[in-house]
């Protein structure tokens, strides 16, 4: 018989739940989160989970009452102050569905506080799920811990999403003809980090982008697939100037 190891302590299941959350609040689940606890995770009254919503963090509860299709659970006490991650936006032009969603959940892993998907000229993408890629980024957020949910927000055209930006907010183009090291490029403060499609951006795009003040940046010698750009500036900017540090 196989003995049940110590190590690694198993951890608590965590959800994110759409209520405002209070001590002694009750939660009802919706059928889809009842069943993960009930039918995946045979949790049945009186076990303990970690639920946090939009705003006010994270918080041990109870299953209060455990039914077929429906969950109370009750709230007890705060186990964790909303986090507060670098305000860094990953603007994004979309690409395959499956590297769409991994971008998602790595970048959301990651720390990105708002994802934006920007079509461009070339941006080849299936229709953009926004409901099944915030699924991901929820299921991403209650796996690594963070409180909140990244905003994934409507794709918009790059030419409107560059003249809508608040000019305080550092804005950072992976440019693939050349650019400023992120090392130095970097600064502390809100940014936002665009990546281009999987054939590049086109010649007027990456003028007009440079024309509205943004940095060209450089992700090195080699050329980066997009979903592999927008994941490793979003980690040099972590670790830089961000909460890597
Ligand atoms: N097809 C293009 C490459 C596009 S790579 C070509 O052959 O030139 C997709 C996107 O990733 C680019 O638009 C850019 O935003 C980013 N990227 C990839 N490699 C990069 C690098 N070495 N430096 C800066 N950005 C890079």
Redesign the pocket.
Known sequence: MTATPAWPPKSLPRLFVRTPLSESAHVELDAKQANYLGNVLRLGAGSELLVFDELSGEWLARIAEAGKRRMTLSVERKTREPESIPDVWLAFAPVKRAQTDWLVEKATELGAARLVPVMTQRTIAERVRLDRLESIAIEATEQCGRTRVPQIVEPVQLRRFVEELDPSRHFY????SG?EPMSSAFREGPAIIL???????ADEERAFVRGAGANP??????????ET?ALAALSAYMALVGDWR
């Open positions: 183009f992976a440019d693939e650019g990546v281009g499609p999987e054939g590049g951006f940046i450089s992700l090195g010698p080699r050329i980066l697939r997009a750009a």
